[in-house]
């Protein structure tokens, strides 16, 4: 992307090296439970949902988490899904803290990340996410004036392993994710450089963003996606449906709402090289590779397993599907995934 003399936004509260405090969920009381979940949730309609709560109101960037990571984080919030299904009582206190270390050293990775890069690297990408900030601002600035509304910027909060937030304990191990609840995004920056350490989507020398940056740049506009789909109404309706849907019903409703938050990205990615003409070669590959690795389909099948019915943000071909329509259409009108049957996301 040529993102040179770019604004930057400032929205931002930077709480990078403080801490969150103690507080969470016990991570082996999950994986526990996940286990013994898992075999029965397979074509089982279940209740209804309990009240989410502060949980209902966080959206992660499933998109844009790829790798390894991504399979077990997916694997945990289907199964803190399926663990709160008969749970009721607080839902933030049985299932709004952190995660805790759930996959294979992730998050001690992603600390040994931020400890690893450069001062250099760091401003790097600080910049580079502000910049992509800024251009959503912009973006959705316009789009909303052609409906006639105003836009409300989200807040950006970068942080270092763990955060408080008005949905719960956040940890890295999420990835970014987006609370409606606080309207802030959170993102530790570490993971853009797990990115290109381990999951390969920025190539580029010394952790720079010279391949691989409309990837990472994905990851921040989808989260803004659900931002722009909270102040619509779209996530807070989803969210209160699910809550009165069997759990299979309302993991299809979920993935309505990612692949809703793809186009959405799809679009920003649309408007941005209409209005700036960042886009260099490459770049759309790279998103829509993205896309693809981080469908529930390919992220079930690297676990070792297969569950059409646990999909909570939709397949690789949907996902690719989606931020491709978005961001060859550039029209917002052409997103309603809520309008089309399930079967023909």
């Excluded at 409606?180 to 010394?206: C, H, V, W």
Aim: contains cysteine; proline residues 2%.
């Amino acid at each position: 992307m040529k993102l040179t003399g770019r604004r930057k936004s400032t929205n931002v509260e930077d709480r990078r090296g403080s801490s969150a405090g103690g507080g969470g969920i016990d991570i082996g009381d999950i994986l526990g439970k996940i286990g013994g979940s898992q075999g029965s949730s397979s074509g089982s309609s279940g209740g209804g949902l309990p009240d989410m709560g502060n949980m209902a109101q966080l959206s992660g960037c499933m998109s844009g988490k790829g790798g390894m990571s991504l399979i077990l984080i997916i694997l945990v919030v289907v199964g803190l899904l399926l663990m709160c299904n008969g749970g009721g009582g607080d839902l933030l206190n049985q299932c709004g803290g952190g995660l805790g270390d759930i996959f294979s050293g992730q998050v001690e990775n992603q600390q040994q990340a931020n400890t690893q890069m450069t001062e250099e690297q760091q401003d790097e990408i600080y910049d580079f996410t502000l910049q992509i900030l800024g251009s959503t601002e912009d973006v959705w600035t316009k789009e909303f004036e052609k409906m006639g509304l105003t836009y409300k910027s989200p807040s950006l909060v970068l942080y270092t392993n763990s955060v408080r937030t008005a949905c719960g304990l956040g940890q890295s191990a999420m990835g970014p994710f987006y609370c409606s609840g606080d309207e802030k995004i959170y993102l530790d920056l570490a993971f853009f450089q797990t990115m290109r350490t381990e999951l390969g989507a920025i190539k580029g020398p010394n952790g720079d963003f010279s391949e691989g940056d409309f990837a990472c740049a994905y990851v921040i506009a989808h989260e803004v996606g659900h931002h722009v789909q909270h102040l619509l109404g779209t996530l807070d309706k989803a969210h209160a449906k699910m809550n009165s849907m069997s759990q299979t019903e309302a993991n299809k409703v979920s993935v309505q709402i990612e692949l809703q938050a793809d186009f959405l990205a799809g679009l920003w990615g649309h408007d941005e090289n209409e209005m700036f003409g960042s886009l260099e070669e490459g770049d759309l590959q790279e998103a829509l590779t993205t896309a693809i690795a981080i469908g529930d389909d390919y992220l079930q099948s690297r676990a070792g397993y297969s569950n059409p019915q646990g999909y909570t943000h939709g397949t690789s071909k949907q996902r690719e599907k989606w931020f491709k329509k978005g961001f060859t259409t550039g029209d917002i009108n052409q997103g309603n995934t809520f309008n089309v049957p399930y079967n023909q996301l």
